[in-house]
């Protein structure tokens, strides 16, 4: 066995150096978070290196464990995805895996991160790159980030500049729309968009295709994941552990509940098996969002189904038969579940498409909220 600490996350520097020692074997596994978690276990299986905690599908967290040899695979693959290593710029909080990847691969490279401190900010950003020293120049952002910055680019020319430093800007986190792309390459940025876990050590697939050794297959609609950047599973948590990763035709992959399809060898990711989005990088259960939607008055036939937006990637819309102040829905839900969850639109129609066996067509309603919700945003 091998002792587990918690390192402030907020440190990122810290982390940083504790990485290197939980790595190496000489220290600790360790667990940065931004504050001091209940029940966690004083020791951890040896081979574990990082714990990296997220929040499950009903909110209850979960915890990921990943040892020292998937977390170097992963930054192997990166390198060779991006044509070799470089220096980083951190921009991502050191409790998420996109953050201690970037750590982990500032270690690998031997070179120094730059930190991005505070809140995202365009101006800071140009400050911050203006840093970055080496050859090779590297970042990983989410949508939110990337789309302040083109919003910046477009007016200040330092911004821009700073941007096109950038040999590869990562961007994952959640699905990033495709005009948000269009315009990163109007504007000569090298954006790569990402997929992947804190279950696969970060993002494994670049632009679609997997990087590395890792595989990607369909598997009853359902994407799964293969190769050696895999979590060894959940800590205390042997039933969810049996139930994400599976052994089939002698490797091991992860069963990642997202829906999808390839084709020429190119991953697209088109939903989530049990109805969770992705929103500005919250995970939000549309089921849990019904039921609260359900219990308003006037609202019992309520249908809570996905929209796109520019800014989050997804938001929950409300489909129903009757009427509600959106306001109104939205307060109770953000008091319920959080901001992340609250509706971007209360839509009224006459009848709810069913399926032929009478069930809420949930597809014909994704394509009412898509068309009819117009620029679909959440609470701030």
């Known amino acids: 066995m091998r ?3 918690v390192v402030d996350s907020a440190d990122p520097l810290g982390v940083l150096a504790a990485l290197r020692h939980a790595i ?8 940065p978070h931004p504050g001091s978690p209940s029940g966690l276990p004083a020791e951890v299986e040896k081979k574990v290196a990082v714990v990296i905690e997220t929040s499950g599908s009903t909110g209850s967290p979960k915890r990921v464990a990943l040892s020292a040899d998937a977390l170097l695979a992963a930054v192997a693959a990166t390198d060779s995805a991006l044509g070799g290593p470089g220096q980083w710029m951190l921009a991502l909080p050191a409790n998420y895996i996109a953050g201690v990847t970037v750590l982990l691969r500032s270690i690998a490279a031997g070179s120094e991160p730059v930190i991005l401190r505070g809140s995202f900010d365009p101006l800071r950003f140009a400050d911050a790159a203006a840093g970055l020293g080496e050859e090779r120049r590297y970042v990983s952002l989410v949508p939110a980030q990337l789309g ?3 919003d910046a680019a477009e007016q200040e020319l330092g911004v821009l500049d700073a941007a096109r430093r950038f040999d590869r800007i990562l961007l994952g986190g959640q699905a990033a729309p495709t005009a948000m792309l ?3 390459l109007e504007l000569g940025l090298n ?4 997929y992947g876990s804190s279950e696969t050590s970060g993002g494994c697939v670049y632009d679609g295709v997997p990087i590395g050794s890792v595989t990607a297959e369909i598997v009853e609609g359902q994407v799964e994941l293969s190769g050696p950047v895999l979590a060894e599973g959940y800590l205390g948590d042997p039933s969810r552990t049996a139930a ?3 052994t089939r035709d002698g490797r091991r ?5 997202d829906t999808g399809h390839i084709e020429d060898g190119v991953l697209t990711v088109t939903g989530r098996v049990d109805g969770l989005i992705i929103s500005g990088g919250v995970k939000v259960s549309l089921d849990e969002v019904e039921a609260v939607v359900r219990a308003i008055p006037g609202l019992v036939d309520a249908v809570v189904v996905r929209a796109p937006s520019e800014q989050w990637g997804e938001v929950p819309v409300v489909v129903t038969t009757g009427a509600a102040d959106l306001g109104a829905v939205r307060s109770a839900v953000a008091a319920a579940l959080g901001r992340a969850a609250a509706p971007a639109a209360v839509l009224s129609v006459d009848e709810l498409p069913v399926t032929a066996t009478g069930k809420p067509d949930r ?12 620029p679909a945003q959440r609470l701030p």
């Open 3 to 5: 002792a587990l600490a």
């Open 24 to 31: 190496s074997g000489d220290g600790p596994a360790i667990l």
């Open 148 to 150: 302040r910055l083109l």
């Open 182 to 184: 269009a315009r990163s």
């Open 191 to 194: 954006v790569s968009t990402t």
């Open 244 to 246: 994400a990763f599976v």
């Open 253 to 257: 992959r992860y069963r990642t509940g």
């Open 363 to 374: 597809v014909a309603m994704e394509r009412i909220a898509k068309a009819r919700s117009g």
